[in-house]
Protein backbone atom coordinates (compact mmCIF):
# COMPACT_ATOMS: atom_id res chain seq x y z
CA UNK A 1 0.00 0.00 0.00
CA UNK A 2 1.48 3.33 -1.08
CA UNK A 3 -1.47 5.52 -0.44
CA UNK A 4 -0.71 8.76 1.98
CA UNK A 5 -3.44 9.36 4.16
CA UNK A 6 -2.91 12.41 6.84
CA UNK A 7 -4.18 11.98 10.06
CA UNK A 8 -4.58 15.85 10.21
CA UNK A 9 -7.15 16.71 7.59
CA UNK A 10 -10.40 14.78 8.82
CA UNK A 11 -12.37 16.04 6.19
CA UNK A 12 -11.17 17.09 2.46
CA UNK A 13 -12.27 21.28 2.54
CA UNK A 14 -13.75 20.66 -0.87
CA UNK A 15 -16.55 18.61 0.54
CA UNK A 16 -19.96 20.00 0.87
CA UNK A 17 -21.70 19.60 3.94
CA UNK A 18 -24.06 16.97 3.99
CA UNK A 19 -27.79 17.71 5.68
CA UNK A 20 -27.24 14.93 8.41
CA UNK A 21 -24.28 16.67 9.38
CA UNK A 22 -26.07 20.17 10.30
CA UNK A 23 -29.72 18.05 11.33
CA UNK A 24 -28.58 16.02 14.39
CA UNK A 25 -26.13 15.38 16.85
CA UNK A 26 -23.89 13.72 14.22
CA UNK A 27 -22.88 16.43 12.03
CA UNK A 28 -22.66 19.07 15.36
CA UNK A 29 -19.66 17.04 16.34
CA UNK A 30 -18.19 16.49 13.08
CA UNK A 31 -17.68 20.12 12.39
CA UNK A 32 -16.41 20.21 15.80
CA UNK A 33 -13.98 17.69 14.81
CA UNK A 34 -12.78 19.37 11.88
CA UNK A 35 -12.70 23.02 13.52
CA UNK A 36 -10.40 20.92 16.59
CA UNK A 37 -8.58 19.57 13.97
CA UNK A 38 -7.50 22.94 12.32
CA UNK A 39 -7.06 24.93 15.55
CA UNK A 40 -5.61 22.28 17.52
CA UNK A 41 -6.72 20.16 20.32
CA UNK A 42 -5.40 22.00 22.91
CA UNK A 43 -7.40 25.04 22.33
CA UNK A 44 -10.23 23.47 21.96
CA UNK A 45 -9.39 20.85 24.37
CA UNK A 46 -11.99 21.91 27.08
CA UNK A 47 -14.91 21.95 25.22
CA UNK A 48 -14.37 18.44 23.22
CA UNK A 49 -13.14 16.88 26.18
CA UNK A 50 -16.53 18.36 27.96
CA UNK A 51 -18.92 16.67 25.37
CA UNK A 52 -16.87 14.03 24.02
CA UNK A 53 -18.70 11.36 26.41
CA UNK A 54 -21.75 10.85 24.04
CA UNK A 55 -20.04 12.25 20.60
CA UNK A 56 -20.43 8.40 19.15
CA UNK A 57 -20.01 9.28 15.42
CA UNK A 58 -16.51 10.91 15.86
CA UNK A 59 -15.15 7.85 17.58
CA UNK A 60 -17.10 5.74 14.25
CA UNK A 61 -14.86 5.46 11.21
CA UNK A 62 -15.64 2.21 9.49
CA UNK A 63 -12.93 0.85 7.34
CA UNK A 64 -13.55 0.82 3.59
CA UNK A 65 -11.18 1.62 0.39
CA UNK A 66 -10.05 5.53 -0.18
CA UNK A 67 -11.95 5.58 -3.25
CA UNK A 68 -14.94 4.48 -1.58
CA UNK A 69 -14.31 7.43 1.41
CA UNK A 70 -13.67 10.29 -1.33
CA UNK A 71 -17.22 9.33 -3.05
CA UNK A 72 -19.45 9.59 -0.16
CA UNK A 73 -17.74 12.31 1.45
CA UNK A 74 -18.52 14.15 -2.26
CA UNK A 75 -22.17 13.18 -2.21
CA UNK A 76 -25.03 15.29 -2.88
CA UNK A 77 -26.88 16.19 0.02
CA UNK A 78 -30.38 15.63 0.92
CA UNK A 79 -33.65 17.04 0.46
CA UNK A 80 -34.36 17.99 4.65
CA UNK A 81 -36.76 16.11 6.92
CA UNK A 82 -38.40 16.86 9.41
CA UNK A 83 -38.24 13.91 11.67
CA UNK A 84 -35.74 13.50 13.84
CA UNK A 85 -32.69 11.10 12.71
CA UNK A 86 -32.08 7.52 14.91
CA UNK A 87 -28.44 8.66 16.15
CA UNK A 88 -25.59 6.66 14.77
CA UNK A 89 -24.84 4.45 17.83
CA UNK A 90 -28.72 3.15 17.40
CA UNK A 91 -28.11 2.57 13.86
CA UNK A 92 -25.21 0.93 13.90
CA UNK A 93 -25.70 -0.95 17.07
CA UNK A 94 -29.34 -2.57 16.98
CA UNK A 95 -29.50 -4.50 13.84
CA UNK A 96 -31.08 -7.48 12.14
CA UNK A 97 -28.53 -9.47 10.10
CA UNK A 98 -28.79 -13.51 10.75
CA UNK A 99 -25.82 -14.32 9.26
CA UNK A 100 -23.95 -12.64 12.37
CA UNK A 101 -26.85 -13.95 15.12
CA UNK A 102 -30.73 -13.21 16.02
CA UNK A 103 -29.75 -11.17 18.64
CA UNK A 104 -30.03 -7.45 17.26
CA UNK A 105 -26.56 -6.59 19.16
CA UNK A 106 -24.94 -9.67 17.22
CA UNK A 107 -24.16 -8.03 13.84
CA UNK A 108 -22.61 -4.86 15.68
CA UNK A 109 -19.90 -7.66 17.97
CA UNK A 110 -19.63 -10.06 15.56
CA UNK A 111 -19.65 -8.79 11.84
CA UNK A 112 -16.18 -7.62 11.90
CA UNK A 113 -15.00 -11.10 10.09
CA UNK A 114 -16.95 -9.60 6.49
CA UNK A 115 -14.46 -8.51 4.02
CA UNK A 116 -16.02 -5.89 2.32
CA UNK A 117 -13.15 -4.84 0.35
CA UNK A 118 -12.30 -5.79 -2.43
CA UNK A 119 -15.85 -6.89 -3.32
CA UNK A 120 -17.45 -8.43 -6.31
CA UNK A 121 -21.21 -8.10 -7.62
CA UNK A 122 -22.02 -10.43 -10.26
CA UNK A 123 -24.83 -8.64 -12.70
CA UNK A 124 -26.36 -11.57 -14.51
CA UNK A 125 -29.83 -12.84 -16.75
CA UNK A 126 -32.18 -10.98 -18.72
CA UNK A 127 -29.02 -7.95 -19.75
CA UNK A 128 -27.37 -7.14 -22.76
CA UNK A 129 -24.27 -6.46 -20.67
CA UNK A 130 -23.88 -8.95 -18.02
CA UNK A 131 -20.63 -9.34 -16.30
CA UNK A 132 -18.38 -10.07 -12.65
CA UNK A 133 -18.08 -6.65 -11.46
CA UNK A 134 -15.85 -5.02 -8.81
CA UNK A 135 -17.56 -2.28 -6.76
CA UNK A 136 -15.64 0.23 -8.09
CA UNK A 137 -15.97 -0.32 -11.84
CA UNK A 138 -19.74 -1.06 -11.08
CA UNK A 139 -20.04 2.22 -9.35
CA UNK A 140 -17.93 4.39 -12.23
CA UNK A 141 -19.79 6.91 -13.63
CA UNK A 142 -22.42 7.05 -10.95
CA UNK A 143 -22.51 10.20 -8.54
CA UNK A 144 -23.84 9.24 -4.67
CA UNK A 145 -26.40 11.27 -2.91
CA UNK A 146 -27.87 11.14 0.98
CA UNK A 147 -31.28 10.09 1.16
CA UNK A 148 -32.94 10.22 4.39
CA UNK A 149 -35.68 7.52 5.01
CA UNK A 150 -38.05 6.06 7.18
CA UNK A 151 -36.86 2.43 7.75
CA UNK A 152 -40.00 0.09 9.08
CA UNK A 153 -39.41 -3.21 10.24
CA UNK A 154 -41.97 -6.22 9.85
CA UNK A 155 -41.20 -6.26 13.31
CA UNK A 156 -42.80 -2.56 14.53
CA UNK A 157 -40.25 -1.01 14.75
CA UNK A 158 -39.10 1.92 13.10
CA UNK A 159 -35.87 4.63 12.43
CA UNK A 160 -35.07 7.49 10.28
CA UNK A 161 -31.09 6.81 8.52
CA UNK A 162 -29.11 8.99 6.45
CA UNK A 163 -28.45 6.96 3.33
CA UNK A 164 -25.54 7.91 0.95
CA UNK A 165 -26.14 5.81 -2.30
CA UNK A 166 -27.70 6.00 -5.91
CA UNK A 167 -30.95 4.54 -7.80
CA UNK A 168 -31.05 1.32 -8.42
CA UNK A 169 -32.27 2.40 -11.83
CA UNK A 170 -28.72 3.85 -12.46
CA UNK A 171 -26.97 0.71 -12.00
CA UNK A 172 -30.14 -1.61 -14.00
CA UNK A 173 -29.82 1.01 -16.73
CA UNK A 174 -25.82 0.66 -17.18
CA UNK A 175 -26.46 -3.66 -17.43
CA UNK A 176 -29.55 -2.86 -20.03
CA UNK A 177 -31.91 -5.17 -19.33
CA UNK A 178 -33.69 -6.85 -22.34
CA UNK A 179 -37.82 -7.23 -22.51
CA UNK A 180 -37.72 -10.70 -20.26
CA UNK A 181 -36.81 -8.65 -17.25
CA UNK A 182 -39.78 -8.66 -15.06
CA UNK A 183 -38.28 -9.16 -12.13
CA UNK A 184 -34.72 -8.07 -10.18
CA UNK A 185 -33.56 -11.32 -7.79
CA UNK A 186 -30.74 -9.91 -5.27
CA UNK A 187 -28.51 -12.35 -3.84
CA UNK A 188 -26.44 -12.02 -0.24
CA UNK A 189 -22.29 -13.37 -0.17
CA UNK A 190 -22.58 -16.62 1.07
CA UNK A 191 -19.36 -17.58 2.89
CA UNK A 192 -19.36 -19.43 6.20
CA UNK A 193 -16.52 -17.98 6.65
CA UNK A 194 -16.88 -14.36 7.07
CA UNK A 195 -20.59 -15.16 7.74
CA UNK A 196 -20.55 -17.36 10.84
CA UNK A 197 -24.05 -18.07 11.57
CA UNK A 198 -24.18 -19.13 7.71
CA UNK A 199 -22.51 -22.45 9.53
CA UNK A 200 -25.33 -22.91 12.19
CA UNK A 201 -27.31 -25.56 12.25
CA UNK A 202 -30.32 -24.33 13.89
CA UNK A 203 -30.72 -21.30 12.12
CA UNK A 204 -34.40 -21.72 10.18
CA UNK A 205 -33.39 -19.25 7.12
CA UNK A 206 -32.14 -21.43 3.95
CA UNK A 207 -28.63 -19.38 3.27
CA UNK A 208 -27.73 -17.25 1.00
CA UNK A 209 -30.55 -14.66 1.73
CA UNK A 210 -32.36 -14.13 -1.00
CA UNK A 211 -34.65 -10.88 -1.78
CA UNK A 212 -36.43 -9.62 -4.98
CA UNK A 213 -38.67 -6.36 -6.63
CA UNK A 214 -40.70 -6.27 -9.52
CA UNK A 215 -38.68 -4.49 -12.39
CA UNK A 216 -41.02 -1.34 -11.57
CA UNK A 217 -40.58 -1.14 -8.19
CA UNK A 218 -36.66 -2.14 -8.95
CA UNK A 219 -36.16 1.30 -11.23
CA UNK A 220 -38.74 3.28 -8.98
CA UNK A 221 -35.95 6.52 -8.39
CA UNK A 222 -36.76 5.75 -4.56
CA UNK A 223 -35.24 2.57 -3.99
CA UNK A 224 -31.75 3.23 -3.82
CA UNK A 225 -28.62 0.80 -2.99
CA UNK A 226 -26.71 2.40 -0.70
CA UNK A 227 -22.96 2.42 0.31
CA UNK A 228 -22.55 4.31 3.15
CA UNK A 229 -25.13 6.34 6.18
CA UNK A 230 -24.12 9.47 7.68
CA UNK A 231 -22.28 10.58 5.64
CA UNK A 232 -19.28 7.41 6.20
CA UNK A 233 -18.69 4.04 4.79
CA UNK A 234 -21.30 1.84 5.72
CA UNK A 235 -20.52 -0.41 8.74
CA UNK A 236 -20.11 -4.09 8.27
CA UNK A 237 -23.37 -4.79 10.22
CA UNK A 238 -25.60 -2.66 7.81
CA UNK A 239 -25.22 -4.51 4.73
CA UNK A 240 -21.38 -3.29 3.31
CA UNK A 241 -20.18 -2.64 0.77
CA UNK A 242 -23.66 -2.72 -0.89
CA UNK A 243 -27.24 -3.03 0.27
CA UNK A 244 -30.82 -2.08 -1.05
CA UNK A 245 -32.84 0.30 0.57
CA UNK A 246 -36.59 0.20 -0.74
CA UNK A 247 -37.99 3.05 1.77
CA UNK A 248 -41.58 1.82 1.45
CA UNK A 249 -41.75 -1.70 1.95
CA UNK A 250 -40.62 -4.00 5.56
CA UNK A 251 -36.84 -4.08 6.22
CA UNK A 252 -36.34 -7.05 5.44
CA UNK A 253 -36.60 -6.32 1.98
CA UNK A 254 -33.27 -4.10 1.77
CA UNK A 255 -31.26 -7.00 1.39
CA UNK A 256 -27.49 -6.74 2.55
CA UNK A 257 -24.07 -7.36 1.12
CA UNK A 258 -25.08 -7.74 -1.99
CA UNK A 259 -22.96 -10.47 -4.09
CA UNK A 260 -25.61 -11.56 -7.17
CA UNK A 261 -28.24 -9.05 -9.11
CA UNK A 262 -30.15 -11.12 -11.95
CA UNK A 263 -33.34 -10.08 -14.20
CA UNK A 264 -35.73 -12.63 -14.71
CA UNK A 265 -38.78 -13.57 -16.02
CA UNK A 266 -40.10 -15.51 -12.83
CA UNK A 267 -40.61 -14.13 -9.64
CA UNK A 268 -37.82 -15.22 -7.65
CA UNK A 269 -38.04 -16.72 -4.05
CA UNK A 270 -37.21 -14.76 -0.77
CA UNK A 271 -36.07 -15.92 1.93
CA UNK A 272 -38.26 -14.68 4.75
CA UNK A 273 -41.19 -15.70 2.68
CA UNK A 274 -39.92 -19.18 1.83
CA UNK A 275 -39.33 -19.87 5.76
CA UNK A 276 -43.05 -18.38 6.52
CA UNK A 277 -45.28 -17.46 3.66
CA UNK A 278 -48.49 -16.44 5.48
CA UNK A 279 -46.23 -14.02 7.61
CA UNK A 280 -44.08 -12.84 4.82
CA UNK A 281 -45.44 -11.84 1.30
CA UNK A 282 -43.48 -11.08 -1.88
CA UNK A 283 -44.36 -7.33 -1.67
CA UNK A 284 -43.82 -6.68 2.31
CA UNK A 285 -44.94 -3.14 1.43
CA UNK A 286 -46.02 -1.01 4.84
CA UNK A 287 -49.41 -0.94 5.55
CA UNK A 288 -50.79 -0.46 7.98
CA UNK A 289 -54.49 -1.94 7.14
CA UNK A 290 -52.63 -5.35 6.85
CA UNK A 291 -51.33 -6.59 10.19
CA UNK A 292 -48.83 -9.51 10.16
CA UNK A 293 -50.68 -12.77 11.95
CA UNK A 294 -49.18 -12.28 15.23
CA UNK A 295 -49.19 -8.89 15.90
CA UNK A 296 -50.55 -5.53 14.58
CA UNK A 297 -49.03 -3.32 11.72
CA UNK A 298 -50.81 0.03 12.76
CA UNK A 299 -48.45 1.56 14.68
CA UNK A 300 -44.74 1.42 15.28
CA UNK A 301 -42.46 2.18 18.32
CA UNK A 302 -40.10 4.65 16.65
CA UNK A 303 -36.50 4.26 17.74
CA UNK A 304 -34.91 5.33 20.09
CA UNK A 305 -37.29 4.99 23.05
CA UNK A 306 -37.34 4.91 26.63
CA UNK A 307 -38.79 3.10 29.47
CA UNK A 308 -41.75 5.09 30.28
CA UNK A 309 -42.28 6.31 26.67
CA UNK A 310 -42.16 3.59 23.85
CA UNK A 311 -43.05 6.19 21.34
CA UNK A 312 -46.06 4.63 19.47
CA UNK A 313 -46.58 6.51 15.99
CA UNK A 314 -49.17 5.47 14.00
CA UNK A 315 -47.79 3.65 10.41
CA UNK A 316 -48.04 5.69 7.25
CA UNK A 317 -49.32 3.47 3.94
CA UNK A 318 -45.91 2.32 2.38
CA UNK A 319 -44.18 3.94 5.03
CA UNK A 320 -45.10 7.63 4.18
CA UNK A 321 -43.95 7.17 0.33
CA UNK A 322 -47.54 6.75 -0.71
CA UNK A 323 -47.81 9.26 -3.07
CA UNK A 324 -44.63 8.52 -4.81
CA UNK A 325 -45.85 5.03 -5.42
CA UNK A 326 -48.67 3.56 -4.91
CA UNK A 327 -49.29 3.80 -8.68
CA UNK A 328 -47.14 0.98 -8.64
CA UNK A 329 -50.07 -1.28 -7.26
CA UNK A 330 -52.87 0.00 -8.24
CA UNK A 331 -53.75 -3.34 -10.03
CA UNK A 332 -53.20 -6.04 -7.11
CA UNK A 333 -55.40 -6.25 -4.16
CA UNK A 334 -53.26 -5.66 -1.53
CA UNK A 335 -54.51 -7.84 0.89
CA UNK A 336 -53.93 -11.01 -1.16
CA UNK A 337 -50.25 -9.34 -2.20
CA UNK A 338 -49.27 -8.62 1.08
CA UNK B 1 -12.70 -26.62 54.32
CA UNK B 2 -11.09 -22.82 54.14
CA UNK B 3 -12.92 -20.22 55.92
CA UNK B 4 -14.11 -18.74 53.20
CA UNK B 5 -15.99 -21.66 51.86
CA UNK B 6 -18.38 -22.66 54.64
CA UNK B 7 -21.85 -23.34 54.24
CA UNK B 8 -22.65 -19.70 55.70
CA UNK B 9 -19.37 -17.85 53.40
CA UNK B 10 -20.84 -19.81 50.17
CA UNK B 11 -24.16 -18.59 50.67
CA UNK B 12 -22.81 -14.92 50.71
CA UNK B 13 -21.14 -16.11 47.59
CA UNK B 14 -23.89 -17.16 45.93
CA UNK B 15 -26.20 -14.28 46.72
CA UNK B 16 -23.98 -11.82 45.71
CA UNK B 17 -23.07 -13.87 42.24
CA UNK B 18 -26.57 -14.71 41.40
CA UNK B 19 -27.97 -10.64 42.19
CA UNK B 20 -25.12 -9.44 39.53
CA UNK B 21 -27.01 -10.38 36.47
CA UNK B 22 -29.77 -7.60 38.00
CA UNK B 23 -27.25 -5.15 38.89
CA UNK B 24 -25.65 -5.36 35.51
CA UNK B 25 -28.50 -4.95 34.07
CA UNK B 26 -29.54 -1.80 36.80
CA UNK B 27 -26.55 -0.18 36.42
CA UNK B 28 -26.79 -0.54 31.92
CA UNK B 29 -30.00 1.14 32.85
CA UNK B 30 -28.71 4.08 34.34
CA UNK B 31 -26.14 4.22 32.37
CA UNK B 32 -28.21 4.23 29.33
CA UNK B 33 -26.70 1.27 27.82
CA UNK B 34 -29.58 -0.84 27.30
CA UNK B 35 -29.99 -0.07 23.35
CA UNK B 36 -32.53 1.18 21.34
CA UNK B 37 -35.67 -0.42 22.83
CA UNK B 38 -34.48 -0.25 27.10
CA UNK B 39 -37.79 -2.14 27.73
CA UNK B 40 -37.55 -5.05 25.30
CA UNK B 41 -33.92 -5.80 26.32
CA UNK B 42 -35.27 -5.43 29.72
CA UNK B 43 -37.55 -8.29 29.50
CA UNK B 44 -35.74 -10.70 27.47
CA UNK B 45 -32.62 -9.92 29.62
CA UNK B 46 -34.56 -10.96 32.80
CA UNK B 47 -36.32 -13.67 30.93
CA UNK B 48 -32.74 -15.17 30.48
CA UNK B 49 -32.02 -15.19 34.10
CA UNK B 50 -35.06 -16.76 35.08
CA UNK B 51 -35.24 -19.44 33.08
CA UNK B 52 -31.03 -19.81 33.72
CA UNK B 53 -31.51 -19.89 37.66
CA UNK B 54 -34.82 -22.62 37.07
CA UNK B 55 -32.15 -24.32 35.35
CA UNK B 56 -29.53 -24.13 38.28
CA UNK B 57 -32.21 -24.97 40.77
CA UNK B 58 -33.07 -28.57 38.69
CA UNK B 59 -29.70 -29.39 38.53
CA UNK B 60 -28.82 -29.49 42.55
CA UNK B 61 -30.45 -32.66 42.78
CA UNK B 62 -29.15 -34.65 39.77
CA UNK B 63 -25.77 -33.40 40.97
CA UNK B 64 -26.04 -34.30 44.11
CA UNK B 65 -27.21 -37.92 43.43
CA UNK B 66 -25.69 -38.38 40.17
CA UNK B 67 -22.21 -36.69 40.57
CA UNK B 68 -22.34 -36.94 44.19
CA UNK B 69 -21.60 -33.08 44.31
CA UNK B 70 -23.53 -31.57 47.29
CA UNK B 71 -21.37 -28.51 47.93
CA UNK B 72 -24.40 -26.49 46.48
CA UNK B 73 -27.28 -28.83 48.05
CA UNK B 74 -27.94 -26.31 50.84
CA UNK B 75 -28.73 -23.74 48.72
CA UNK B 76 -31.72 -24.66 46.66
CA UNK B 77 -34.06 -23.02 47.41
CA UNK B 78 -31.89 -19.30 47.27
CA UNK B 79 -31.77 -20.48 43.64
CA UNK B 80 -34.99 -21.23 43.22
CA UNK B 81 -35.52 -18.34 45.20
CA UNK B 82 -33.91 -15.92 42.23
CA UNK B 83 -35.87 -17.85 39.76
CA UNK B 84 -38.37 -16.63 40.72
CA UNK B 85 -36.83 -12.91 41.29
CA UNK B 86 -35.86 -12.60 38.27
CA UNK B 87 -39.12 -13.91 36.62
CA UNK B 88 -40.93 -11.56 38.85
CA UNK B 89 -38.70 -8.65 37.24
CA UNK B 90 -39.40 -10.08 34.15
CA UNK B 91 -43.11 -9.89 34.59
CA UNK B 92 -43.30 -6.27 35.86
CA UNK B 93 -40.67 -4.92 33.12
CA UNK B 94 -43.26 -6.52 30.74
CA UNK B 95 -46.40 -5.45 32.69
CA UNK B 96 -44.80 -1.35 32.77
CA UNK B 97 -43.09 -0.91 29.86
CA UNK B 98 -44.28 -3.12 27.43
CA UNK B 99 -47.94 -3.38 28.25
CA UNK B 100 -47.53 0.38 29.43
CA UNK B 101 -49.53 -0.55 32.38
CA UNK B 102 -52.39 -0.83 29.84
CA UNK B 103 -54.46 -3.94 31.42
CA UNK B 104 -57.40 -3.34 29.27
CA UNK B 105 -55.91 -4.30 26.41
CA UNK B 106 -54.17 -7.61 27.90
CA UNK B 107 -57.07 -9.57 25.89
CA UNK B 108 -55.10 -8.25 22.66
CA UNK B 109 -51.75 -9.12 23.54
CA UNK B 110 -52.77 -12.75 25.15
CA UNK B 111 -53.78 -13.22 20.56
CA UNK B 112 -50.69 -11.60 19.49
CA UNK B 113 -48.42 -12.91 21.73
CA UNK B 114 -49.70 -16.52 22.48
CA UNK B 115 -46.77 -17.47 24.39
CA UNK B 116 -47.45 -15.31 27.29
CA UNK B 117 -50.44 -17.74 27.75
CA UNK B 118 -47.40 -20.44 28.80
CA UNK B 119 -45.90 -18.07 30.98
CA UNK B 120 -49.24 -17.01 33.33
CA UNK B 121 -49.45 -20.41 34.76
CA UNK B 122 -45.54 -20.61 35.64
CA UNK B 123 -45.51 -18.02 37.25
CA UNK B 124 -48.24 -18.13 39.49
CA UNK B 125 -46.60 -21.70 40.34
CA UNK B 126 -43.12 -20.24 41.06
CA UNK B 127 -44.73 -17.80 42.83
CA UNK B 128 -46.88 -20.06 44.88
CA UNK B 129 -43.48 -22.00 45.46
CA UNK B 130 -41.43 -19.03 46.69
CA UNK B 131 -44.21 -18.24 49.33
CA UNK B 132 -43.82 -22.11 50.81
CA UNK B 133 -40.36 -21.93 50.89
CA UNK B 134 -39.30 -20.66 54.49
CA UNK B 135 -38.71 -23.37 56.72
CA UNK B 136 -42.13 -22.67 58.82
CA UNK B 137 -43.77 -22.76 56.13
CA UNK B 138 -42.57 -26.60 55.06
CA UNK B 139 -43.58 -27.47 58.95
CA UNK B 140 -46.95 -25.80 57.92
CA UNK B 141 -47.75 -27.43 54.96
CA UNK B 142 -46.77 -31.03 56.02
CA UNK B 143 -46.78 -33.85 53.58
CA UNK B 144 -48.80 -31.77 51.09
CA UNK B 145 -45.41 -29.70 50.66
CA UNK B 146 -43.28 -32.15 48.22
CA UNK B 147 -46.76 -32.51 46.38
CA UNK B 148 -46.52 -28.55 46.24
CA UNK B 149 -43.18 -28.42 44.97
CA UNK B 150 -42.97 -31.02 42.28
CA UNK B 151 -45.00 -28.33 40.63
CA UNK B 152 -41.66 -27.18 39.53
CA UNK B 153 -41.67 -30.00 36.76
CA UNK B 154 -44.45 -28.44 35.90
CA UNK B 155 -43.22 -25.01 35.64
CA UNK B 156 -39.90 -26.18 33.90
CA UNK B 157 -42.22 -27.79 30.92
CA UNK B 158 -44.72 -24.25 30.68
CA UNK B 159 -41.33 -23.00 30.18
CA UNK B 160 -39.67 -25.06 27.45
CA UNK B 161 -43.29 -24.15 25.61
CA UNK B 162 -43.23 -20.33 26.15
CA UNK B 163 -39.77 -20.43 24.78
CA UNK B 164 -40.35 -23.23 21.64
CA UNK B 165 -43.61 -20.86 20.68
CA UNK B 166 -41.49 -17.88 19.96
CA UNK B 167 -39.05 -19.63 17.52
CA UNK B 168 -38.60 -17.32 14.52
CA UNK B 169 -35.06 -17.28 12.96
CA UNK B 170 -33.63 -20.01 15.15
CA UNK B 171 -34.20 -22.52 16.89
CA UNK B 172 -31.12 -22.27 19.40
CA UNK B 173 -32.55 -20.49 22.45
CA UNK B 174 -35.69 -23.52 22.20
CA UNK B 175 -33.27 -26.12 21.93
CA UNK B 176 -30.51 -25.27 24.51
CA UNK B 177 -33.12 -24.64 27.23
CA UNK B 178 -35.61 -27.73 25.97
CA UNK B 179 -32.69 -30.21 25.96
CA UNK B 180 -31.28 -28.72 29.35
CA UNK B 181 -35.02 -28.57 31.32
CA UNK B 182 -36.43 -31.68 29.66
CA UNK B 183 -33.07 -34.02 30.64
CA UNK B 184 -32.80 -32.44 34.03
CA UNK B 185 -36.98 -33.47 33.96
CA UNK B 186 -35.72 -36.90 33.02
CA UNK B 187 -32.44 -37.74 35.13
CA UNK B 188 -35.59 -37.76 37.88
CA UNK B 189 -36.93 -40.67 36.49
CA UNK B 190 -34.19 -42.36 34.81
CA UNK B 191 -33.64 -45.35 37.05
CA UNK B 192 -30.04 -45.35 37.82
CA UNK B 193 -30.51 -42.49 40.25
CA UNK B 194 -33.21 -44.60 42.26
CA UNK B 195 -29.79 -46.43 44.44
CA UNK B 196 -29.60 -44.38 47.21
Known amino acids: MSRVTSPIILIPPKNPIVPSEITAESAYLNRRELMAGLM ?117 WSMVIPWVGFSLSELLKKAQPNSAAKYVAFTTLLDKAQMPEQNSRLSTIHWPYQEGLRIDEAMHPLCILAVGLYGKVLPNQNGAPLRLVVPWKYGFKSIKSIVGITLQEKQPPT ?19 VDHPRWSQAKERRLPNSLLNPNIIATQMFNGYA ?7 SNIDLKTHF | MPKLLTKEWRRVWIFLLSLTPGIWLGWRLYTDNLGPEPAKTLVISTGIWAVNFLVLTLAVTPAKKIAHLSIVSPHRRMLGLFCWFYASLHLACYLLFILGADFQSIAQELTQRPFIVASIPAWLLLSLLAITSPQYMLRLCGKRWKYIHRSIYLIALLVVAHIAWQIRASYQNALVYGFLLISLLALRIWPLQIRK
Open chain 1, 40 to 156: GSALMGSMTSAEAAPSQIVDENPSGPNWLKDKISSAKPAHPLTETLTPYKHVTQYNNFYEFGTAKTDPAQRAQTLKPDPWRVNISGAVDKPGNYFLDDLLKGIDLEERIYRLRCVEA
Open chain 1, 271 to 289: SWNQLAPQEYGFYANVNPQ
Open chain 1, 323 to 329: EEVAGLY
